[in-house]
T-cell receptor
Framework: GENVEQHPSTLSVQEGDSAVIKCTYSDSASNYFPWYKQELGKRPQLIIDIRSNVGEKKDQRIAVTLNKTAKHFSLHITETQPEDSAVYFCAASNNNNDMRFGAGTRLTVKP | NAGVTQTPKFRILKIGQSMTLQCAQDMNHNYMYWYRQDPGMGLKLIYYSVGAGITDKGEVPNGYNVSRSTTEDFPLRLELAAPSQTSVYFC????????????FGEGSWLTVV
């Protein structure tokens, strides 16, 4: 089955700096890659997603890039703010309804 | 819409006890899922359902059972609770499979002692 690895496990940045989180996946058939944000004690919520026919997608300060050849995708957050502090999860799905999640990255944005 | 509603939010079980986590969604989603999240880890799929009357195993189904008698409800049953089942459980739903936005419930914190 699909295996998703996520790095780094923790990331600390200064407010205003950029943050990058990277994920790799193993199943070349995977074609949908969402990113979820989970605040402490809360439910995961979708922040951005990308499909395999697109190389990059941007939504305000958040962008995701996908390299299908290398089987990796990344989340980029620019101009970070304290409210961006949370755990971020990447995931991959290949049409079989079994979405696999990475282990998560705890992002801390220091004011 | 209330979205995905889970109950109970917190529960302590003794080893060997049984319980059911309830989940309901009012978005008319066909697909529903149960995930578990261990401390500091990602979410692992326990079971999923593509519609009423249909269920299938995910990555970690052992020790659990599900049923889907209606589109709205997808309860998760723990028959003989074990300490390894201490986790946070999230129910979720989507309109048409895992390639669409998955909406999560608020989570159920379960401790088995």
């Amino acid at each position: 089955g699909e295996n998703v690895e996520q790095h780094p496990s923790t990331l600390s940045v200064q407010e205003g700096d950029s943050a990058v989180i990277k994920c790799t996946y193993s199943d070349s058939a995977s074609n949908y890659f969402p990113w979820y944000k989970q605040e402490l004690g809360k439910r995961p919520q979708l922040i951005i997603d990308i499909r395999s026919n697109v190389g990059e997608k941007k939504d305000q300060r958040i962008a995701v890039t996908l390299n299908k050849t290398a089987k990796h995708f990344s989340l980029h957050i620019t101009e970070t703010q304290p409210e961006d502090s949370a755990v971020y999860f990447c995931a991959a799905s290949n049409n079989n309804n079994d979405m696999r999640f990475g282990a998560g990255t705890r992002l801390t944005v220091k004011p | 819409n209330a979205g995905v509603t889970q109950t109970p939010k917190f529960r302590i079980l003794k080893i060997g006890q049984s319980m059911t986590l309830q989940c309901a969604q009012d978005m008319n989603h066909n697909y529903m899922y149960w995930y578990r999240q261990d401390p500091g880890m990602g979410l692992k799929l326990i079971y999923y359902s593509v519609g009423a009357g249909i269920t299938d195993k995910g990555e970690v189904p052992n020790g659990y059972n599900v049923s889907r008698s209606t589109t709205e409800d997808f309860p998760l049953r723990l028959e003989l609770a074990a300490p390894s089942q201490t986790s946070v459980y999230f129910c979720a739903s989507s309109f048409q499979g895992a390639e669409n936005t998955i909406y999560f419930g608020e989570g159920s914190w379960l401790t088995v002692v």
